[in-house]
């Protein structure tokens, strides 16, 4: 939280309210909505800041502004619980609402059962399905023969390569 800022001169319509703001600044708050920063020996300027700077920094400047040296700092207003309490509500409700409305929509055009069978196609079209029901396909079982023949034949060669018998 900010400190309390010392009030070193207040001012009214045309002269701002000015405050020590640290060993060597001064924070000037005009009553046009603006406050700035100047040098505290020179009084040359700093920086403008505008009133939003100064809630920024966690100062009220309507009450910098009139001169307060005791409350200056934003009231910080915590919202009571009912008001929350009721706000959730509404907000879970309102969700509640918006997933029913979704449901009988989807149930009544028939998106969710075309949802479903799109997914129970999906689980039986997978990449398990086919290679496992084609184990025993007359194709693959073709191709084994085939490929034992090759290999029992690239055997005999490599054993007639080596001078081997044949």
């Not at 949802?115 to 086919?130: F, G, H, R, Y």
């Amino acid at each position: 939280m900010a400190q309390l800022l010392e009030l070193l001169k207040k001012g009214d319509r045309f002269t701002p309210t000015t405050y020590r703001f640290g060993a060597r600044e001064r924070l000037n708050i005009h009553a046009d909505g603006y406050a700035d920063l100047t040098e505290a020996d020179t009084g040359s300027y700093i920086r403008t800041l505008n009133w939003d700077g100064v809630r920024n920094m966690g100062y009220c400047p309507a009450k910098m502004l009139d001169g307060n040296a005791t409350d200056q700092h934003l009231d910080s207003i915590s919202p009571a619980l009912l008001p929350q309490v009721k706000s959730c509500l509404k907000y879970i409700c309102g969700g509640l609402a918006a997933a029913a409305i979704i449901v009988v929509t989807g149930n009544l055009t028939g998106c969710t059962s075309y949802l479903l069978s799109q997914a129970e196609q999906d689980v039986a079209t997978s990449t398990l399905e086919p290679r496992m029901s084609s184990i025993d396909s007359p194709g693959l079982i073709e191709f084994r023969k085939q490929n034992a023949y090759a290999n029992q034949r690239l055997a005999e060669m490599r054993l007639y390569a080596a001078g081997g018998n044949q």
